[in-house]
């Protein structure tokens, strides 16, 4: 199984007034420059079989955009993407075994604790994810096995390949 993990755009700064943070939407400017990454990123990766998607305002319109981009795929919640917990996303990622590739769009710090596990790394903190950044993880059969990084890009650089 591939597993692409997308962090959401560019949102409502934390902390604004009237806006809880489970609220927060992204911002204009988020939903702009994730259009042209989400366009580099469907130049790159194959379409993804399951679009999962924190439930949370920022991370779902992020996984719309990135639906629109990808054509025919919805996205589907998945509350274990709004938490802190590395567990339950692989819990849930688990269970789409049979899917050969499968997209993911959260939150850090867990997107980084989540591929610093994938990985066999203990420091998450050397692999941040930047708003609306993705990476690529080839997951082997065993799940006791350490992935490979296909790639890990910076929005920009999806931005350059969805510009061109």
């Not at 939903?31 to 989400?38: C, G």
């Not at 899917?99 to 604790?113: C, D, F, T």
Request: hydrophobic letters at 45%; glycine letters at 8%; aromatic letters at 4%.
């Amino acid at each position: 199984m591939k597993l692409l993990i997308i962090r959401h755009a560019a949102a409502v700064p934390r902390g604004t007034p009237g806006i809880p943070d489970d609220e927060r939407p992204l911002t204009p400017r988020g939903k702009m420059k994730f259009r042209l990454a989400a366009k580099g990123l469907a130049r790159i990766v194959d379409r993804p079989d399951v679009l999962l998607t924190s439930p949370l305002p920022r991370a779902k319109s992020t996984a719309e955009i990135a639906a629109l981009a990808f054509k025919r795929v919805e996205p589907r919640i998945e509350p274990a993407l709004a938490g802190e917990s590395v567990e339950n996303i692989l819990t849930a990622v688990r269970r789409l075994a049979p899917a050969p590739m499968v997209a993911i769009v959260g939150h850090e710090p867990v997107l980084s604790a989540l591929l610093a596990h994938l990985l066999g790394s203990r420091q998450p903190e050397h692999l941040p994810f930047k708003k609306g950044g993705a990476a690529l993880v080839d997951l082997p059969y065993d799940p006791g096995a350490a992935g490979t990084l296909v790639w890990f890009i910076r929005p920009r650089i999806l931005r350059s390949l969805g510009d061109s």
